[in-house]
């Protein structure tokens, strides 16, 4: 696809499920990005992928969080047992170089709206 | 610690005025820093990015400066339109992986 996709672009789910969020970058795009963005808040840095490299986790807000990225491509964001608080909309965004460059320009998909009732 | 900040959280301008949005951050070690649209509901459109070798970007009738010595981006738009009302956030890398937020400038163009 010509820009980065992410589904659903809507999740409702009662609290305690699991979720399950999809990202698809833009081919080729070695680096790759989640954030959330809570109402009213800006964005908040969630988990980065570069490559083979490990991914940097920091931004994660709890164990309840994880995400993988198979094939250095597609990404899946789990929030497992979730509660009220992580209501937000989650995005993904890629770019073609990461790591160190300082030409790396992100490309956000339109996002996931996750409301947990 | 990187932080980011936009002044003003709201600005609203009628048609036609130029205009200037605000965007500092505390630590001036940083790789770029890029400047995005959002509109209502919707994801993050990137418009520019300026690289920390660099003072300026252009599009169109967007330009935005860096400083990097004083912890100062500026966003100018000239001749401001209707289709220009959205949030504006700049965006700072200063690490390998993070990149850090601003909260945003809400910005209407009233016809």
């Known amino acids: 696809g010509a820009g980065v996709s992410q589904s659903p672009s809507n999740k409702v789910t009662e609290k305690g499920k699991d979720v399950e969020l999809r990202c698809d970058p833009i081919s080729g795009h070695t680096a790759l990005y989640w954030y959330r963005q809570s109402l009213g808040q800006g964005l908040e840095f969630l988990i980065y992928f570069q490559g083979n490299s490990a991914p940097d986790k920091s931004g994660l807000p709890s164990d309840r969080f994880s995400a993988e990225r198979t094939g250095g491509s597609v990404s899946t964001l789990t929030i497992q047992r979730t509660q009220q608080e992580d209501s937000a909309v989650y995005l993904c965004?890629?770019?073609?170089?990461?790591?160190?460059?300082?030409?790396?320009?992100?490309?956000f998909g339109p996002g996931t709206r996750l409301t947990v009732l | 610690k990187q932080e980011v900040t936009q002044i003003p959280a709201a600005l609203s301008v009628p048609e036609g005025e130029n205009l200037v949005l605000n965007c500092s951050f505390t630590d001036s070690a940083i790789y770029n820093l890029q400047w995005f649209r959002q509109d209502p509901g919707k994801g993050l459109t990137s418009l520019l990015l300026i690289q920390s070798s660099q003072r300026e970007q252009t599009s169109g009738r967007l330009n935005a400066s860096l400083d990097k010595s004083s912890g100062r981006s500026t966003l100018y738009i000239a001749a401001s339109q209707p289709g220009d009302s959205a949030t504006y956030l700049c965006?700072?890398?200063?690490?390998?992986?993070?990149?850090?937020f601003g909260s945003g400038t809400r910005l209407s163009i009233r016809p």
């Open positions: 965004a890629s770019s073609l170089l990461g790591g160190g460059s300082s030409y790396n320009e992100q490309f």
């Open positions: 965006a700072v890398k200063s690490s390998a992986s993070k990149i850090i």
